[in-house]
Each structure stands twice: as C-alpha cells, then as structure tokens.
C-alpha cells in the first residue's frame, strides 16, 4: 500500500524483486538514457529518475494492479531521510518529470544490445529476420518461383533518387496455413542458396510478430481497453515501458529456451510472466545471496 512506509538509501538499487530482470539491463543504461535526454535526477528526491523508470516498466509487468500494489509488491528502496509515505501525487509529478524521452532512447538502446545476445544461434542461414507489418498487393499469377520486374512509384522515387525505375524480385507461390495461395516477394535472389520450400517455411515465421502483438496486448496488460495514463506525455511513457517489459520477459524466455535446447517460441509467455511476477513478489523476503542460485534453477 502507498501508506507503507518506505526504506530510505543514500544509493540506487534495483527495484526489489527485479534482480533477475535488472540482469538484462544494467544501471548505466539507464543513467545514459536519463543522461542522453537531459532527464536524470540533479538533487535527491524521494523518487529519483532511475527509479521511476523501472516503476514504469513494472507498471506493465503488474498490468492487473493499481499502483498502490505495484509499489507494495516491489517495495522499492527510496532514497530519503523519513519514512513517510509516497503520495499517489509524487508518484504523477515523478513520472511527468521523467517524460516519454528517456523511455524511448532505453527502448532502442536496449533493443540494440538484445538483438545483438544470442544473434548467431536465432540466425536463419547467417542472416538476422526482422518483420515489419504492412499491407499487401494483389500480383498476378505467375509461376511458382521467377522473376517479376515491378515499376517504382515516381512518389518514392522522389523521396528516395537512389531507388531505380524498376525493381527486380523474386516471386515464389506457397500455400498458408489457411490453404489460400498466396506469393512471397524476396529480394533473395540466389535460388541455390535460399531455396523455394526454405523461403517459405521462413516467411510463416513472419506471423510471430502477431503473436507479440496479443502476448504483449492480452497476456501482459490484460486486454485492458485504456492505458493507465491520462496525459499524452504519460501515454507515451507508458508504452515505451510496455515495450522494454515485454522485451524483458521474452530476453529471459530465450535464456532458459538456450539451456533447454529449444526454440523460444516453443515456450510459454504467459507462463513465463506468471513465474517472473510470482518470483519477483516471493524474492523481496530472500536473502540476497540465494537469489542466483534459486532464479538459474527456474531456467
């Protein structure tokens, strides 16, 4: 409860109960964030900057519970003299102080050096997979793996000089999970190296982009309709720390996927959320010096 008093400290610590999380990101990463976007905490408060950050990210990891009980459950250290109370006001002021920026610039910075871990094992034949979701066109039928040529729109070309007039790819028909026909356009046009059938069974991994849309939407916040925030800069924040959440959750699912020699998506999200949130409540009574131990078991 926010009429819990909190511990005071004269230095930064984790949020109790995130030590498996803070792992995967580091307190100079966050300070640079704060750094970078002229938002870190010149004078002591009682809810300093690097603090506020992690509460917005536990804000989505606890998406079920008010803020109250997302304080009480981590318990944070705080760095002030008095034991009073954290009014639901300083809570508002300290996360308008810290804005949408930092969020962002930790988002990418972290989203960088987490791509980067394990890189080489999720490769698919050397080459890193990104999906963007579009739109898509109606092509006419051809054969089940040729060469089209495609006129560039003199709307992109005006944005983009380098883009040629026309644009050669490779068009290769499979069949979808549906048992709809549908062509695949690939720059990949190398038929020895990336063959039809691999091409394929590669674009199906494309939909794993859907399947974080409703883990992130549905398992983490709860299909909730509205977002905590009322101001835009707040929902903006809010985000951003959904974002670096859900990336959290799913860096620890690839960990212990490593170690038991299996692919991620072969696990669990939402067991793998309910296990962190249980764990990070049931930690904060733990001496220190077990929580390693015990956490790599959960691997």
């Excluded at 910075?109 to 898509?136: I, N, P, Y």
Aim: charge should be positive; aromatic fraction near 6%; proline fraction near 6%.
């Amino acid at each position: 409860m926010l009429s819990n008093p909190l511990h005071a400290t004269t230095e930064f610590v984790p949020l109790g109960g995130l030590d498996r999380l803070a792992e995967h990101l580091p307190t100079a990463w966050i300070e640079e964030a704060l750094s970078a976007t002229g938002t870190a905490s010149i004078r002591r408060r009682r809810l300093p900057a690097e603090q506020v950050v992690w509460l917005v990210i536990a804000l989505a990891l606890y998406r079920g519970q008010s803020m109250p009980e997302v304080l009480a459950s981590l318990d944070p250290a705080l760095p002030s003299a008095s034991d009073r109370p954290v009014s639901k006001s300083a809570v508002t002021q300290a996360r308008q102080r810290l804005g949408a920026a930092p969020m962002q610039s930790l988002f990418n910075q972290t989203a960088r050096a987490w791509c980067a871990q394990d890189a080489e094992r999720h490769a698919w034949k050397g080459l890193s997979l990104w999906a963007m979701d579009g739109t898509t066109f109606r092509a006419p039928d051809s054969a089940d793996d040729c060469l089209v040529r495609m006129r560039v729109s003199p709307q992109a070309r005006a944005k983009s000089p380098e883009l040629p007039e026309p644009w050669t790819a490779r068009a290769v028909r499979m069949v979808c999970a549906s048992g709809k026909q549908r062509t695949l356009l690939t720059s990949l046009l190398d038929r020895r190296r990336y063959k039809a059938e691999a091409l394929a069974e590669c674009y199906r991994r494309r939909w794993e982009i859907e399947t974080s849309y409703r883990e992130l939407k549905q398992s983490m916040l709860g299909e909730a309709l509205t977002l905590r925030s009322q101001q835009p800069e707040g929902v903006e924040q809010e985000i951003w720390g959904a974002l670096i959440a859900y990336n959290l959750v799913s860096l620890e699912m690839a960990k212990a996927a490593i170690q038991a020699k299996v692919e991620p998506t072969d696990l669990s999200f939402l067991r793998a959320l309910h296990i962190l949130q249980h764990e990070m409540i049931w930690a904060v009574g733990m001496a220190p010096g077990k929580l390693p131990a015990h956490l790599l078991r959960l691997r």
